[in-house]
């Protein structure tokens, strides 16, 4: 039996999200540059929306550049941009092939013209399916996305908009840029690093967190299938007792 045969269909989580670490470290071991290590790492992101797209998942959220991204080496970085636009717009036909949406997150205004046209010219494109939604965290921050939320609540409650009383938990979640998003049943971190690098903080308040040492260009569709079918072993309760799971079963 295969692990993707041992998959329990009614439990797969929705939502998966992931920091794709080990591209650098993966292409040291390989004595090239961390570049090639990006590139490489591509294909794990093939693979992995793929399997995703198979067992039924609906989002998958990737970390793929963060904010803090942009103190690397200015070489590595325009690497980086050219790299994502490429594979954006040489992904779009594949993209629509297999009914994935694209959507991005993030500091927009960050970004490249040439790496923002080419993003939302695949949006765009991409707009109708609805097989699975593939969302890219691009120049994101958490501490970013929960700062300007507040300074629009601000505003609107400034502007009579909105009063303070109607300030809750799901209000709060609207302003974020992942409001039409569900948050993530599952966070993977690959690499053997565990901690959350400022990656959807407000989001996965009761995510499943997965970490393991394979190193992202080599994290394929087995890899990703160990991830889900650890998070099937688990009791999710969200605050509840065992007991209390079982008698609303």
């Given at each position: 039996?295969?692990?993707?045969?041992?998959?329990?269909?009614?439990?797969?989580?929705?939502?998966?999200?992931?920091?794709?670490?080990?591209?650098?470290?993966?292409?040291?071991?390989?004595?090239?540059?961390?570049?090639?290590?990006?590139?490489?790492?591509?294909?794990?992101?093939?693979?992995?929306?793929?399997?995703?797209?198979?067992?039924?998942?609906?989002?998958?959220?990737?970390?793929?550049?963060?904010?803090?991204?942009?103190?690397?080496?200015?070489?590595?970085?325009d690497a980086l941009m050219d790299l994502l636009v490429n594979t954006i717009v040489g992904e779009v036909d594949d993209l629509n092939k297999n009914g994935v949406r694209l959507l991005t997150i993030?500091?927009?205004?960050?970004?490249?013209?040439?790496?923002?046209?080419?993003?939302?010219?695949?949006?765009?494109?991409?707009?109708?399916?609805?097989?699975?939604?593939?969302?890219?965290?691009?120049?994101?921050?958490?501490?970013?996305?929960?700062?300007?939320?507040?300074?629009?609540?601000?505003?609107?409650?400034?502007?009579?908009?909105?009063?303070?009383?109607?300030?809750?938990?799901?209000?709060?979640?609207?302003?974020?840029?992942?409001?039409?998003?569900?948050?993530?049943?599952?966070?993977?971190?690959?690499?053997?690093?565990?901690?959350?690098?400022?990656?959807?903080?407000?989001?996965?308040?009761?995510?499943?967190?997965?970490?393991?040492?394979?190193?992202?260009?080599?994290?394929?569709?087995?890899?990703?299938?160990?991830?889900?079918?650890?998070?099937?072993?688990?009791?999710?309760?969200?605050?509840?007792?065992?007991?209390?799971?079982?008698?609303?079963?």
């Amino acid at each position: 039996m295969t692990k993707k045969d041992q998959i329990l269909k009614g439990n797969v989580p929705e939502h998966v999200a992931v920091i794709m670490d080990g591209n650098g470290r993966w292409a040291k071991e390989q004595g090239e540059d961390r570049v090639f290590g990006h590139i490489s790492g591509v294909h794990s992101v093939r693979e992995v929306l793929k399997s995703a797209a198979k067992i039924g998942v609906k989002y998958l959220t990737l970390y793929t550049f963060s904010t803090e991204n942009w103190n690397r080496p200015q070489e590595e970085v325009d690497a980086l941009m050219d790299l994502l636009v490429n594979t954006i717009v040489g992904e779009v036909d594949d993209l629509n092939k297999n009914g994935v949406r694209l959507l991005t997150i993030g500091d927009e205004s960050a970004l490249p013209s040439s790496c923002s046209g080419a993003m939302q010219n695949a949006i765009e494109e991409t707009a109708n399916n609805t097989t699975i939604t593939l969302v890219l965290a691009l120049s994101y921050s958490s501490r970013w996305e929960i700062e300007q939320a507040i300074k629009n609540i601000a505003k609107d409650v400034e502007q009579k908009n909105l009063a303070s009383n109607e300030i809750n938990e799901a209000l709060i979640s609207s302003y974020l840029t992942t409001a039409n998003i569900p948050d993530p049943d599952l966070l993977i971190r690959t690499s053997g690093e565990e901690r959350i690098s400022n990656f959807l903080l407000w989001q996965i308040a009761y995510s499943e967190l997965y970490f393991t040492d394979t190193l992202w260009p080599d994290f394929k569709e087995d890899s990703f299938y160990d991830a889900i079918l650890n998070y099937q072993e688990r009791e999710r309760r969200f605050g509840k007792t065992s007991a209390q799971i079982i008698d609303n079963e």
